[in-house]
């Protein structure tokens, strides 16, 4: 079992940059794939971002594609998603996710594991 807790979370203009950050506390992390998923208010929770156990395979959803970075650290049990050229679209609570395989994280219907989640707001 992994437990998650995302920080980096703010208040940005259009343009800026912002880097979320997901730690997690068990010894399997670096067993799990790990995601990130946004929800906007009055939208439903959308996939973001994946990235597989050993950081091989990465996915992205086509609206942030050269400008999103999901990366991770198994030495630290962190895994991050740098955000740039952000636009106010971009704004939403921004949940981490560790899943059993990536096909399962992209997917979003089999996730062993949320975080609580943190706020973006992208100001235009």
């Known amino acids: 079992q992994v437990q998650l807790v995302e920080s980096g979370g703010g208040l940005v203009q259009t343009g800026g940059s912002l880097r979320l950050s997901c730690a997690a506390s068990g010894r399997t992390f670096s067993s799990y794939a790990m995601g990130w998923f946004r929800q906007a208010p009055g939208k439903e929770r959308e996939f973001v971002a994946a990235?597989?156990?050993?950081?091989?395979?990465?996915y992205y959803t086509d609206s942030v594609k050269g400008r999103f970075t999901i990366s991770r650290d198994n030495a630290k049990n962190t895994v991050y998603l740098q955000m740039n050229s952000l636009k106010p679209e971009d704004t939403a609570v921004y949940y981490c996710?560790?899943?059993?395989?990536?096909?399962?994280?992209?997917?979003?219907?089999?996730?062993?594991?949320w975080g609580q989640g943190t706020q973006v707001t992208v100001s235009s």
């Open positions: 990235r597989s156990w050993n950081g091989g395979t990465t």
């Open positions: 996710a560790a899943g059993v395989t990536i096909c399962t994280v992209v997917d979003g219907q089999i996730i062993s594991a």
